[in-house]
């Protein structure tokens, strides 16, 4: 999730996205990102024991053989909604990226160590960082992607149960719990820092956890906040997590072309996104 939220920031930062054929893509002219909690100004100690929970919830969640999840951010006018169904090898998720009255979809798919992705070249120049001739001909048609492509680790992230837990976790310093009504149920909400994919610990983000209280606690819900300042406009994002153990089956498409075919055949001056 981290990864999709910090290209949205490099897009809005003022990479101008062109018109597709198939979708037009306005560029922000703010960055986007994570905001809505205050910043931590002063580093304060961590909490041993706020540490220690965390890393068992996410632990126990890791074991489980599949989960769901609704991912949600919003910044710079830009909504982002993702949902996915993920297993240990194998997951399922859909990107909807909206600016204004324009919506962009993506599908990924990943099948053991082989993933999948189609959408609107909108979607794909943002999301994947392909040029814009590459996103224009990629586009509506399934691309396979293998772990030698460059853009292989983002696309594959959050599509199993141990990266959705890779991106719940917080930073150090980890500094205390509380009691919390997550999802409707009783949870302790853990706090502490965000770095990763773009965020550093000089921008100060936040995060908070929440965890099912119990010998056997999982997450529940994920928010990762990065405040405001001179440079930068306010951006939000929360992750729920549920249906522990769902069945979750995932196919590769009927007939795909690989990500390299596509690079090969499209030869363009303009310079891909660097996110």
């Not at 290209?7 to 062109?18: K, W, Y």
């Not at 814009?132 to 509506?140: C, I, N, V």
């Amino acid at each position: 999730m981290r990864k999709l939220l910090v290209a949205f920031g490099a897009l809005a930062a003022g990479v101008l996205a062109p018109t597709f054929s198939n979708i037009s893509w306005a560029s922000p002219t703010t960055a986007a990102v994570f905001s809505g909690q205050t910043s931590i100004s002063a580093a304060p100690r961590s909490d041993p024991a706020a540490t220690a929970q965390m890393k068992a919830a996410l632990r126990h969640g890791g074991a489980k053989s599949s989960l769901h999840y609704v991912s949600t951010s919003v910044g710079s006018g830009i909504t982002t909604t993702i949902v996915g169904d993920v297993g240990k090898t194998v997951g399922t998720q859909t990107i909807y990226v909206r600016d204004k009255k324009v919506t962009a979809t993506m599908v990924i798919r990943l099948v053991g160590h082989e993933a999948y992705f189609k959408g609107a070249a909108a979607a794909i120049y943002v999301l994947i960082g392909l040029t814009p001739a590459q996103s224009d001909a990629a586009a509506g048609r399934w691309i396979s992607v293998v772990p030698s492509d460059s853009v292989y680790q983002s696309i594959a992230a959050a599509l199993t149960v141990g990266s959705v837990m890779s991106e719940l976790a917080l930073s150090q310093p980890i500094v205390g719990t509380r009691d919390v009504m997550a999802e409707g149920q009783p949870a302790l909400e853990i706090s502490g820092a965000w770095t990763g994919n773009g965020i550093t610990a000089k921008d100060h983000a936040t995060g908070a956890l929440d965890v099912t209280r119990g010998a056997r606690s999982l997450p529940v819900s994920f928010s990762g906040v990065e405040p405001k300042n001179a440079k930068t406009s306010r951006f939000t994002s929360r992750f729920v997590v549920s249906h522990w153990g769902e069945s979750v089956d995932v196919a590769p498409p009927a007939f795909s072309v690989p990500l390299s075919t596509i690079l090969k055949a499209t030869t363009t001056t303009t310079a891909p996104v660097v996110v």
